[in-house]
């Protein structure tokens, strides 16, 4: 396919996914109706397909109040929370020391400051979990409050762009909460120890998802695994993050159709990167357990197809043969460079394991991670991808799996 062609398939795809499907958390109608998409394309382009069927878990609100007598403040049910309708007398809390020294049984505990300064990883996430966040989730449940507030700051490196952000996102954490703006949560300091009335119309729903994932090429020989994840948060089309990561999975099905190497090329797409039990990733862990010795590669997309600046490709602990082919890659192709280090992605999970990975991203987006404000919002959509990124990245992978 040439330029021109790819750079109209890209769109393509990617007008359908952000587009016609938008949103695609896990468990959602439109996830599944996006691996559907992949399915038939793979299947359509030769490749060895197959899904593997994921238990997850759905999550609707109908929203959330909190009123104190005729005073009412807004707030936001926190995503994968339980709902509730509760009356009790408001706690204020802002570190761990003061939450440890405090009897919150039965309380409507509100948490800002210190304390709700970075989004608390899920109780279960198995690639990032930090003792502090672990110490304060503990306490919360030993201390059994009715509920929990949350008044949350700006935060754009770990929480993206979103403002206010939801302290804890995590459908295993089994305590009632909503959160708020700071600035909210300033005016509600002054009702601290009156009873407050909280309602949050949150449901979990049992739902189904599932990993896409097609091979090609030799059995005998050592794979490459090419990795995408295919969900996005609540809220978000997902273009950015990670729709552009996902069509260069489906130009490369088109690219390598004929591929003959001696290599196996895997096509993976991944669902849950951006959801609280990272599903779909534990399961390809499950899945390939004594077995990730035999990856050559992992090429993992996430990030890729930012309107201004370059793509760009980060590499973690490559053989110097692997090394030498992508500097190859990086010094034939226009449109890419070498990238900074970076571990928020699926790549990370293939390093873990000790396999040789490149991650393929945006250079402008990896300088601006901690002061953008576009990640996991609404306006991650079409107006911020170039399609001619997105195809160059696809053109300069399929030129590096052909070296190899
Ligand atoms: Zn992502």
Redesign the pocket.
Known sequence: MDKTNLVKEAEKHLKFLCEEIGERRVGGEGNRRSTEYLKTIFIESGWNTEETLLQVMDWKTNGATLTYEDRSFEVFSSHYSLGCNVKGELMAVDSIESLEHSDIENKIVLLYGKIASEQIAPKNFPFWNPEEHQYLVSLLEKGKPQAIITATERNSSLAGGVYPFPLFEDGDFDIPSVFMKDTEGEKLLTYDGKRVSLMSEAVRIPETAYNVICRKGSNAGKRIVVTA?IDTKIGTP?AI??AT?VTVLLLLADMLKNYQGNRQVELVAFNG??YYGATGQRKYIQQNEGRFGDILLNINI??AGYKDGLSCFSVFGLPKDIEAATEWVIETSDGIVEGLPWY???HSLFIQQNCPAIAVSSDWFIRNMGNQEI?HTSKDNLSVVNYERVAECAEGIVNLINRL
């Open positions: 994840h997902g993050d990670n990561g990167e951006d996430d990030g928020q992605g699926d990640t």
